[in-house]
């Protein structure tokens, strides 16, 4: 069975309307069971060679990204083969789709309850499209790869740090 994360390909000119220097992150109660997954997610970022400084908050005023967790049952965009998903927002609430080249002010992680793979690699890939990055299906050593069956690796690589640095100068 091939579980991948949900994702439309969409490309690296849409970014983070504020940067990605000083982005919080807001974990909800719902997901609250994978708070050391999703900071152990945050700090690979962290610790790669970029501009990211992520800062998790308890609070969901003036977020960038929000993560919660959701089942099947409720939310129409999660499935058996779905682990988690991102969508992107305006500055105005305005839900915003990865076509296009434009910025966008904050992002939702949501997370399958269900999935039975959730694990730090799954965040990660996330926490990409939280700041911009798209699929990567010719790289398996990318952590943007979209199915984690054939993904090899289990943290941000340089290929992917390449591309937050294009993305954020």
């Known amino acids: 069975t091939n579980v991948s994360a949900m994702s439309p390909t969409y490309p690296n000119a849409i970014k983070f309307s504020i940067g990605v220097t000083n982005t919080c992150?807001?974990?909800d109660a719902s997901a609250s069971s994978y708070t050391s997954t999703i900071n152990t997610a945050s700090q690979q970022w962290?610790?790669?060679?970029?501009k990211i400084?992520?800062?998790?908050?308890?609070?969901n005023y003036a977020t960038h990204i929000d993560i919660y967790a959701s089942t099947p049952s409720v939310d129409s965009n999660l499935n058996s083969n779905i682990l988690a998903y991102t969508t992107i927002w305006s500055s105005t609430g305005t839900q915003m789709y990865f076509?296009?080249?434009y910025?966008?002010?904050y992002t939702e992680i949501t997370l399958n309850q269900w999935g039975?793979?959730?694990d730090s690699r799954v965040v990660a890939h996330e926490f990409g499209h939280a700041y911009g990055l798209d699929e990567n299906p010719e790289n398996q050593y990318s952590i943007m790869h979209p199915a984690l069956s054939n993904m090899r690796v289990s943290s941000p690589q340089s290929v992917?740090?390449?591309?937050i640095n294009y993305l954020y100068p």
């Open 103 to 105: 910025d966008y002010f």
């Open 53 to 59: 400084n992520n800062t998790h908050v308890s609070s």
């Open 116 to 118: 039975f793979g959730v």
């Open 46 to 50: 962290d610790n790669m060679n970029n």
């Open 160 to 163: 992917d740090n390449d591309t």
């Open 99 to 101: 076509f296009g080249i």
């Open 25 to 27: 992150y807001y974990i």
